[in-house]
Structures are given as C-alpha cells and as structure tokens.
C-alpha cells in the first residue's frame, strides 16, 4: 500500500522504532482507560436518608476502657474450691466429678503461656498461599488471644497440623482438604484443646445447596416453618419446584449460583424459563438455587434491609447456642419498588453492602442493632424485645434441622465424637415481612472479624467499627476459656432439682432425672460459659418458655435422631438436654 503510514519497516532499526510507538500507543489507551476507572470510583455516591438513631435509646459503651475491662488473663489464679479438697479425687459425689472435669479443662501454662494457632487454609497458587484469610482477620484475633495471655502464631497450611503444640486452634478459611484437623483426629483432642470448626458444617447448613437440602428434608417431614423460606436446588429438585411454581401464579423468584456470596450472579425472575434456563457470569449451566421471592419485606423510609445476627455455637451435638446483642443493619441503596425486580434494579432489592456501596456511602447503608431496636421502640410503636425473641426462635429452628445430619456425619466420619471440644462462630442473615416475621436467608459459616470497614485501611484502635469487632473477639474468647469454677452452683442446683447422676454415683428413686457423664460434662461448660458470656445472651437451650414451633421441632428430631441410631445406641440430643435445662430454672444465673 501507498503511504509511509502503512508501509512496511525497511530496516531493523525503523523496526524497533515502530513498536516502541506501537507499545506508546497501547500505553496510552490503557491509562486513559484507568484513569477513566480511577474518575468513575472517586465520583462520590448520591447520599441517601436514612435517619441518625445512634443516640437514641440505651448507649452500648464499646469504649477502649470498656473492652479493657473486660480483659483477662489465663495465668489468673484459678479459683476452684476443688483444689482444697482431698475427697475430689476419689470421685464419690457429683461435686467430685465436677472438679475433675473442671481440673481436665484448665489450660496448661507452659512458660505461662498456653498457645493459639491461627490456621490459614486459603487457597496456594503454584505452591504460594495467597493469605486472604490471614490478611482479612488474623489481627483482630491476634490482639484478642494476646490480651488473654495466650501466645500465637499463624500457619498457611493445605493439611493439617500435629494434634501437639497448640491448646486452641483458630480456623481462618475454609474447611479445605482438612487443613485444619482430619476428622479422624477429632476424638484423638485433650479435654481443654479447642477448635473454632465444627466438623460437617460446610457440608449441612453453610454451603447454599446444603442448606436447602437438610432444611427441605426437615420441612418434607415436619411441616411448613414460619421462619424458613423454602429453597429448591436445580435440577434436583425441579419436581418439587414445579409445584411449588404452580401453586404461587405469576410470583417472582429468587435465583443464586451455587457457590457465590455479595450478590454475584443473583438474579429474580417470575417466568420458568428464565428461572430455569437463563444464564450469567456466575450461573453457566443449569445448576442453581431458587427460592420464592419475599414481595412483602419490612421497609424503613422505604428501604428494604436485612440483618447480619452473629451466632456462637459452642456445641452442635446437643445443640448450645449464644446470640451477640450487637450486628449489622444492611440497608438497600434505593427506595424499594415491586417492579424493582423487574426492570432489573439491583440496588433497590439487594441488601449486600458489596453491592450497595457501588451507589451510596457505607456509612448511610447500615444501622447497628442498637438503632433498629431504638427505631421500632420510638418510631413504630412496636416491642423491640419481642422482635428479637422471634429472630432467637428463627436461628434455633434453622439449627435444629441439621441436628439428624450431623448425628449421621459424626457417627460416619468422627469415630462417633460429638465434636463436643469444636466452637464455631456463624453469621447468619435474617429479613424480617412486614408482619415483622422473622425469616433466615442463609448462613455464613465464615463472618469477617477484618477490623477496618476495607481491606487495606490503616488500623484504628479508637474507631467505633474495630472496637465492636474487637469486643465480639474478647467476649467469645471469655466465653471459651475463661477459667472459672462452677462445682459448688453446679452440684448444689441438681440436687435441689432432683437430678442425679449415673451409673454408680447415688442416683435412687428420690432423683426425678439420672445423667451420665457426658451430659454432666455438657452442663458444667455451658454454666462456665455463662460466667464469661459478656455482651453475648444464650438463647438455647433456656430456662424461658420455647415457642411453639421450636418445642414440637425439638422433640421431632429427637425422634428423628433415636430413629437413626436404633435402639442400642445412648443418644444425647438437643430435646433431652433442653428437658434437664428446664429443671434447672430455678438458677437465676441461667
């Protein structure tokens, strides 16, 4: 072709001078595009109203001095009267069995130090961990086990560690490949070593397609819930889907991938093949959650919103569950509409902050717990607490259904431990109707405890959002190990509460209740974790009157469960347990 534009290089030298322009040129368009991007990002949101209520109401202190207080010590002197009695090891009174207990779960003080290993399970790339975990939480917990007196350490691992040279190991990431502990080590634990994973939890309520499943098994037996939302993976469960499809014309439904959070891929429709068929980044084959789309959400100044509860469990089997006081309030970024979900307007019904900040500031798109219940008290006119002793009820149930499954998993793969030394913190998302029904949408088995707002900002100590994460850190710590005697309260309460302790240990015809040793065991824990429980409120099992639903779904898996195991099998279950409860209440500080 003519024209010196266009022809070819006639040395090596105009050569190179032709692709260095070249590279120039392609340079330039890459940072005119960047710097587009950078532009696009610094363009600040639209600000959104959403009222101010932190000063109404009771203050939460989540003042440096506060957490100070709160702050102890495993070297402290462990004040156990057991220590002063030569009877306690010949064990011939429940009193006894209690020290002995109590004796077993002191933490060692090596040097005067008790250990904590942080494992890291992300992912490796060509053999290199990419740390994700460790960058997102591993501070926050070093401080907290630190203020404990633990000493810690971090690990990045794809398989796991020696049972030896840790007292409690802290979980940071997923339960790949075992990299925390095989799960035929778990029986293998000493009475005071501590994991923060439950063994099959990923597998029964954490991963989206299992929470459908063990939550439909339980809903096809038992009956309709009013805290669950039903769910159908696909193409699974297309039948049932199909039915409950015909059975709600012209509802719109929610659809998920499989495996993704922050609103990735998630998409609503009202017409079976878009439900079915349509596709996505994240949704590439048929394959897919769907679930009926809640028309009716509870709106504040428009908005729709959802809560982000963070949920101790301290034991799965039988159940023992701790709520926080405090959690997030996620609000939409726009004014919700019925035909939001059609015209595709993401911000309008999604509650996720990775989607919400795209549109506002963070600050306006969430409350803490504190100002919604200063809001429904003042604004709505509604009991705040009552609220509250629905969403207690709606987490119980949610937990209760996996019960049979994980009887079955720790039967199958943990030699039959009851996984009773492993503590796992949850985060588990709840949207109240606008009858102010309580509804789960999923759980997150994995909360971020990062302790700033964004990966990457500089730590502050004194900031409000890191001294409630910090708090939450210290007040599960507490709850674990803080070393504190029960013997005396213990003993004393089953007696005047005519619960004796078997076989061999005095149980007669006077004791309305014989326990064994393991259920012993399960009862001293949970009244030392109520010493050291600070800002977090055990909701099962309790000493209050359960609602309705949650009574009948307790002693429905403990059938369920007794079923499984036949009838040669000692079986403790979340019903029995809760029963003995129930003839402690007398206690006031239960």
């Known amino acids: 072709k003519s024209g010196s534009g266009n022809r070819r290089p006639r040395t090596y030298a105009e050569y190179l001078r032709s692709r260095?322009?070249?590279?120039?040129?392609?340079?330039?368009?890459?940072?005119?595009?960047?710097?587009?991007?950078?532009?696009?990002?610094?363009?600040?949101?639209?600000?959104?109203?959403?009222?101010?209520?932190?000063?109404?109401?009771?203050?939460?202190?989540?003042?440096?001095?506060?957490?100070?207080?709160?702050?102890?010590?495993?070297?402290?002197?462990?004040?156990?009267?057991?220590?002063?009695?030569?009877?306690?090891?010949?064990?011939?009174?429940?009193?006894?069995?209690?020290?002995?207990?109590?004796?077993?779960?002191?933490?060692?003080?090596?040097?005067?130090?008790?250990?904590?290993?942080?494992?890291?399970?992300?992912?490796?790339?060509?053999?290199?961990?990419?740390?994700?975990?460790?960058?997102?939480?591993?501070?926050?917990?070093?401080?907290?086990?630190?203020?404990?007196?633990?000493?810690?350490?971090?690990?990045?691992?794809?398989?796991?560690?020696?049972?030896?040279?840790?007292?409690?190991?802290?979980?940071?990431?997923?339960?790949?490949?075992?990299?925390?502990?095989?799960?035929?080590?778990?029986?293998?634990?000493?009475?005071?070593?501590?994991?923060?994973?439950?063994?099959?939890?990923?597998?029964?309520?954490?991963?989206?397609?299992?929470?459908?499943?063990?939550?439909?098994?339980?809903?096809?037996?038992?009956?309709?819930?009013?805290?669950?939302?039903?769910?159908?993976?696909?193409?699974?469960?297309?039948?049932?889907?199909?039915?409950?499809?015909?059975?709600?014309?012209?509802?719109?439904?929610?659809?998920?991938?499989?495996?993704?959070?922050?609103?990735?891929?998630?998409?609503?429709?009202?017409?079976?093949?878009?439900?079915?068929?349509?596709?996505?980044?994240?949704?590439?084959?048929?394959?897919?959650?769907?679930q009926p789309f809640m028309e009716n959400p509870l709106l504040i100044n428009n908005r729709k919103f959802d809560m982000r509860t963070y949920v101790l469990v301290t034991s799965i089997s039988p159940l023992r569950v701790y709520m926080y006081n405090e959690g997030l309030v996620r609000f939409a970024a726009s004014n919700y509409s019925a035909n939001s979900t059609r015209t595709g307007a993401k911000d309008q019904y999604l509650t996720n902050t990775s989607v919400g900040k795209l549109h506002a500031l963070l600050k306006d798109l969430v409350w803490t717990f504190e100002q919604l219940w200063a809001y429904m008290d003042t604004e709505m006119g509604v009991s705040s607490r009552g609220v509250l002793q629905e969403i207690h009820a709606a987490i119980i149930s949610v937990l209760l259904m996996g019960e049979a499954r994980f009887h079955k998993y720790f039967r199958d793969s943990l030699n039959g431990d009851d996984c009773g030394n492993c503590f796992q913190l949850l985060g588990v998302d709840v949207i109240l109707d606008d009858t102010l029904q309580p509804k789960i949408i999923e759980i997150n088995g994995l909360p971020s405890q990062q302790l700033t707002q964004d990966q990457g900002d500089k730590l502050n100590l004194k900031d409000s959002y890191t001294l409630r994460k910090l708090h939450l850190a210290h007040d599960i710590v507490a709850i674990m190990f803080k070393p504190d005697s029960v013997a005396d309260e213990l003993s004393a309460q089953m007696e005047a509460a005519g619960i004796g302790l078997k076989p061999g240990m005095g149980c007669t015809a006077r004791h309305e209740y014989c326990i064994d040793r393991e259920i012993l065991r399960k009862l001293m824990r949970m009244y030392r974790e109520e010493r050291g429980r600070g800002d977090f409120e055990r909701i099962f099992p309790t000493t209050k009157p359960l609602d309705e639903e949650i009574d009948a779904l307790a002693y429905y898996m403990h059938g369920k469960v007794q079923q499984e195991a036949g009838t040669d099998t000692v079986v403790r279950t979340s019903y029995g347990l809760q029963t003995i409860v129930q003839h402690l209440r007398g206690n006031a500080s239960l």
Request: charged content about 30%; aromatic content about 8%.
């Open 20 to 290: 260095r322009m070249k590279r120039r040129w392609i340079r330039k368009d890459d940072e005119d595009d960047e710097r587009n991007d950078v532009k696009l990002q610094q363009r600040p949101p639209k600000r959104i109203h959403i009222p101010n209520l932190g000063a109404v109401g009771k203050t939460v202190s989540i003042s440096q001095e506060a957490l100070q207080n709160k702050v102890w010590k495993i070297t402290d002197a462990y004040a156990s009267p057991c220590q002063e009695d030569p009877n306690v090891a010949i064990g011939r009174t429940v009193f006894d069995k209690i020290c002995q207990m109590e004796m077993e779960e002191v933490l060692p003080n090596k040097n005067n130090k008790a250990t904590a290993l942080l494992v890291d399970t992300s992912l490796h790339i060509r053999g290199v961990p990419t740390k994700y975990y460790a960058k997102r939480d591993a501070d926050n917990w070093k401080i907290t086990y630190g203020d404990a007196g633990f000493s810690t350490r971090v690990e990045y691992r794809t398989k796991a560690p020696s049972l030896f040279g840790w007292d409690v190991e802290h979980c940071l990431g997923l339960e790949r490949h075992d990299a925390c502990i095989r799960p035929s080590s778990v029986h293998l634990l000493m009475p005071h070593q501590r994991i923060s994973m439950i063994k099959g939890f990923r597998d029964i309520l954490w991963r989206k397609d299992e929470f459908c499943r063990t939550t439909g098994e339980i809903l096809d037996g038992f009956g309709p819930s009013k805290f669950i939302i039903p769910c159908f993976v696909l193409p699974q469960d297309t039948n049932a889907f199909h039915k409950d499809f015909h059975a709600r014309p012209g509802s719109n439904y929610m659809v998920k991938p499989m495996d993704r959070g922050e609103g990735h891929g998630l998409y609503v429709a009202h017409t079976l093949e878009d439900i079915e068929q349509s596709k996505n980044k994240y949704i590439k084959d048929n394959a897919r959650i769907v």
